[in-house]
Structure formats: C-alpha cells, structure tokens
C-alpha cells in the first residue's frame, strides 16, 4: 500500500488567509493564534469558527478567564459574519472559568473531554489559553504540568477528530515553550505603531505540511472582520497575441509617434514635471478606452476623481464604466491597494489601469511600507500587467536640466513603456515638449514634440528643430542653415 | 423589549402556576424558572457571569418591591440561593409574588438585552424556553 493519507484544506473564510496559509487550513489540524492584546486574535477566531461551522460540522468555543463571555459576544456581534442564529446550533460557547480558577489543568482537561464528547465538534477554540497557563503558575511545577497538558489535548483532539485553535498571547517567539512544539500551525498577530499609523501584521510562523506563505502581512480589520493583503502572485506570462494589438492614447498624433499605440499589456510610466499635463494626457487614455467601450480603473492619490474635470470620466464613474480607488488609511500597503484594484478590475472586466500618481502613492503609505516601496511596486506592476490590463502610472519629475531622469524611484527599468514631459524656455515663454523614450520592442519615434494643453486636452504639435539643447531647459537656436519648424 | 417578550415571560410563568395558586407554589414556579434560565445561561456565560446579571436585576427590581432587597446580601463570587429566593417570595401574597416575579424576568431579559443584544439573547434563552414549554402543555383559553 503506497496511498497517503490525503489531509483536506478547509477554507477559513478570512480573505487572504487560505493563501497564507498554502492552501486553506489542514483539517484536524492544532494550531496556536497568538499575539498581544488587541491584535484581533478572538475575532479572527470568531470569523473562522462563525465561516466553518455547520450543525454537520459544529463547534465548540471554550472561554476561559480573560474576556469574560458577556463582553466577548457583546463586542463580536459587532461584525458583519457573527450569527446569532448559529449560536446552541452549530456553535457552542462553553465558560471554563470555575475550572481555570481552581487552577488544576487535569480538571480543565477533563471537562474539555466531557464536552468534546457530549457534543462531538468538529471545530475546537479554547480561548485565551494565557489563562490556562497562568492558572498553573501557582503550582510550581508549571512547565511539566503545561506541558502534559498541551500532549493531551493535542492527542485528545486529534483523536477526536477536531480542527482546534489555542487563543494565547502571552508567547515569546524565543521562547522554548512547548506549546510550539505540539501546534501543527502558529499564527502571529502583530501591531506595529510608526509615528501616526498602525499596522497589523500576521506570520504564519509554522503550517506543517504545506509551504504557507513567508514573512509578514499586513491586515485590517473592518465591520466585516479582518482582511488579509497578501502579496499579488508576479505571474509575468501575456496572452499571446495581446502585443499585437495596441491601445490608442487618445491623443492625435501621439499613437503614431508609439508606433501605432501603447501595446496592450504592457505599462506605461508617464513622467513630468507638476503641471505638465499628466493627469490630462491619463484621462485622455481612459478615454480613449471607453470610447473603444473598454472599462477601466483609477486609482487616484492626488486629485479626487469624483471632483473629474474631464466630463466623459465623471459620468463614466456614475454608471460605472469606470472604478475607482481611493483610500486615505494612514496605514495603506502597496498589497491592499493591489487587492483594491484587482477588486475593481475583475469586477468590472477592466481594460484599462491608471495609477495617478505614484508620487501621491508613495504618501499615501504607511510609513513602514515606504521602505520596500520599489519591491512591492514592481510586484504591483507585474501583477496588473499579468492580468492582462494596460497599465499607465504618473509620476511627478522635477525637472533637472543637468541630468536625465525619468522616475525618481528608478522605476523606470520596470515598465515596458515610457513618455516624458518636460518645461523649456523658449522666447522667454515657459513652453512643453514630450518625448516617448521608450516603447518595449516598438519602433517608436524618437522626436522631442512641442505640445499645448487646451479644452480639448493635449495638442501634440511640431518639433522644435530650429532649437537644440531643449533637454537642458535653455534651448539655443541652431545656426543659419538649421531650418525653422517644420509642419 | 417588546410586548411579546414580556408576554413571553409572563406566559411561562403562568404556565407554571395554577390557577387561584398560592404565593408559595407562584414563587415555586419562579424558582424553577430561574434555574431554567440559569442553566441555559450559566455554560455560555459562566456561573459568575449569571450571578452579576442577577444581583443587578435583583438591585433593579428592589426599587419597587422593597422586600426584595434582603436578597441582595453576598460577596462577589456568590450565587444565588434558589432556595432562600423561593422562601423570601413564599412570605409575600399572591399577587406581589406575581408581579415581582414578572419584573424581575422582564428586567433581568432587558439587561441582557442591552448588553448583548436581542437575538442573541432570544437565542441564548431558547433553551430555557423549551424547559419551561415541556414542563407543562400550553393550554387552550378557556371559553
């Protein structure tokens, strides 16, 4: 006989957590929730207990000191996935409290047994186990005594056939405790204060038997419950013929000048000084697109999209051809904003992304996420464009005349599509040239074009080839025989 | 609470009495709806827990019916004395013993209410209802 024993995956109803966790949660399985006061250890419990059970699969809740019950259903009730209705059906709240306070685990133990057995759950959550542990302290021999007790509930519930969660909080990561060793999963929660914001972070710091996913995550709690960001997959594969076919720009003149259109799937970072036109030439390729009946999503961390100038935009914002995101959290990551627009995109069957501006972006963030900003952007763009959407992103350029520069993030390398806008004084006038610098495996123009915003938009007009050095901001006009504009 | 909830209260009390029932069987049958309600409450909500909701709704109803307050006596941990509750009301007349008892139901449903809500307390309490349902048929209004 060589078949294995085929471990189910339950899923626990917490968005992002069955990613987290390689694949949902393996059934029968004794898993730890740990973490301070306050970082939502009863409620994730709560959301995966009230997402499980069902009366074939009910569950069983042990309080034991800590939160007395009145207080814990008061404040849980709160959130959206709390169902009085399940309660004495397929949920259970059973208090432990005169048994922890006699401080005897055997008596804790047993009585956890007489109740598992009454009821056969198929769900356990013994919360907090802090107070299980401190109820021991008093005997001296606490170790030995925890110990035994963790082997036999972790036998007991195995045995019993009981996915089972032990809420504590009192853990150390250091700490050799031997609730560690017996948990077949160790979910930590955390809460990171950096100057205003708050973060919530988890780590799945063990899951036997599956690759969770590394490192920390941030979350957030609503009246929903929590919500897990977890880092989009970077699947860079295109559909075959999407470089084929291209977007147009919406703009006359600037389609040709990228060899036909910014190639579908690709991204495009849209680089200018402030006031130079971003902004326009975006809602110009939005556009453009819902002309073409192509939806599409902004994502605006500058100006407030409902207050669009643009017309057509704000109507298609009404009706719903256009998504937006916006968030204005003092503690936003890079991955909620990804969850926020892969909402939006496949909610609306998006063709078009635009993420004005990623200077607005980078505020926006919490201050701890701003340290891997690049990271997680180019995952960000990975992800988009690996969703088969056309990407366009602004960014504010200040405008150096002594070095060339398209990005101050060095973004520059990761999207496949680049135009610069840039101020010059000609005439003692301030006037504006763009250029498509580059457009991935395009034979795109290489012109520096002189162009004017007015009610239309973006008017692309000539080169200035009667002037050279335009790049350095102080243009010179070329000697006789370098010839006026051309038409 | 609604008026039906009150109702509900008040029927199952009734439920437990007979008609022209003297003050010691009315406060017999709150006794044992008490331990209904306590033993519905009690798993979820711990003994402690029922006893402070308890010792409030006794401290609410002494307001109107004085001869509650020498109940209200205990530390912190302790728990009702069933058998000293029935006594106390034992001594009252009938239609006291009735109606403290129906206050002291509707008060101690209310605070619960107000602290967990409605329907979780509906739900929490289903159970004693059913005790109380099986312990006597509902019968038909006589005509």
């Known amino acids: ?487 | 609470m609604n008026s039906q909830e009150s109702n509900r209260f008040t029927a199952a009390l009734t439920q437990r009495m007979a008609e022209d029932a003297n003050s010691r069987q009315i406060a017999d049958a709150i006794g044992a709806m008490w331990a209904d309600i306590e033993g519905a409450l009690q798993p979820v909500l711990g003994r402690r827990g029922v006893a402070a909701l308890f010792k409030r709704t006794l401290h609410l109803t002494a307001t109107r019916h004085p001869w509650l307050a020498a109940l209200r006596a205990g530390g912190a941990d302790s728990t009702v004395d069933l058998v000293e509750l029935t006594e106390l009301f034992a001594q009252q007349s009938p239609a006291a013993v009735a109606e403290a008892g129906c206050a002291l139901f509707t008060l101690f449903r209310d605070l619960l209410t107000t602290l967990i809500g409605d329907r979780l307390s509906e739900r929490l309490l289903q159970a004693a209802w059913s005790i109380s349902s099986r312990a006597a048929p509902a019968q038909d209004p006589t005509p």
Request: aromatic share 6%; with cysteine; proline share 5%.
């Open chain 1, 1 to 487: 006989m060589t078949s294995k024993v085929t471990i189910n995956r339950l899923s626990t109803g917490v968005p992002g957590l069955d990613d987290l966790l390689g694949g949902g949660l393996p059934e029968f399985s004794f898993n730890l929730i740990a973490g301070q006061p306050g970082c939502g250890k009863t409620t994730l419990a709560h959301q995966i207990m009230f997402a499980l059970a069902t009366e074939q699969r009910p569950a069983l809740y042990f309080t034991v000191l800590g939160e007395p019950p009145l207080k814990m259903l008061r404040y849980q009730q709160q959130f959206s996935f709390f169902d009085p209705a399940a309660i004495n059906r397929s949920v259970r709240f059973i208090n432990l409290c005169e048994e922890a306070m006699a401080g005897d685990l055997d008596h804790v133990l047993a009585r956890i047994a007489q109740e598992v057995a009454a009821h056969e759950p198929s769900l356990v959550f013994v919360d907090s186990f802090r107070s299980v542990v401190l109820a021991t302290d008093a005997g001296g021999h606490a170790h030995n005594q925890l110990q035994r007790f963790m082997q036999q509930l972790g036998m007991l519930m195995t045995s019993w056939q009981a996915t089972t969660f032990l809420i504590g909080e009192y853990f150390t990561e250091t700490d050799a405790n031997p609730v560690f060793t017996v948990a077949d999963g160790l979910i930590w929660m955390r809460q990171s204060v950096q100057r205003n914001a708050m973060v919530r972070q988890m780590e799945i710091m063990k899951m036997r038997g599956q690759p969770s996913l590394p490192g920390l995550h941030s979350f957030r709690i609503s009246g929903n419950g929590l919500q897990i960001f977890v880092p989009a997959l970077a699947t860079p594969s295109r559909g075959g013929d999407v470089a084929s076919s291209r977007a147009s720009m919406g703009v006359p003149g600037l389609d040709e000048m990228m060899d036909g259109g910014l190639p579908r799937g690709y991204s495009l970072l849209l680089a200018g000084p402030s006031g130079s036109g971003k902004t326009i030439l975006a809602a110009a390729f939005l556009t453009a697109g819902l002309l073409n009946g192509e939806t599409g999503v902004i994502a605006a961390f500058e100006r407030r999209p409902h207050r669009m100038h643009n017309p057509m935009l704000a109507r298609a914002i009404e009706d719903g051809r256009l998504g937006v995101v916006e968030s204005h959290a003092p503690d936003l990551s890079i991955e909620e904003v990804m969850q926020l627009l892969s909402v939006e995109i496949r909610r609306l069957d998006a063709k078009r992304v635009v993420i004005d501006s990623l200077s607005g972006f980078e505020l926006a963030l919490g201050p701890s996420f701003k340290d891997d900003f690049r990271e997680s952007l180019l995952r960000l763009v990975t992800s988009l464009t690996g969703m088969g959407v056309t990407v366009l992103m602004t960014s504010e350029l200040e405008d150096r005349y002594t070095d060339l520069r398209f990005s101050p993030y060095g973004t520059a390398f990761m999207t496949d599509a680049i135009i610069v806008q840039r101020y010059i004084e000609v005439d003692s006038r301030l006037r504006r040239v763009l250029a498509v610098v580059k457009v991935r495996d395009s034979a795109h123009s290489d012109q520096l074009r002189e162009y004017s915003i007015d009610d239309d938009g973006i008017r692309i007009g000539s080169m200035l080839a009667a002037h050279e050095g335009l790049l350095g901001g102080r243009p010179t006009t070329r000697p006789a025989g370098g010839r006026a504009r051309e038409g």
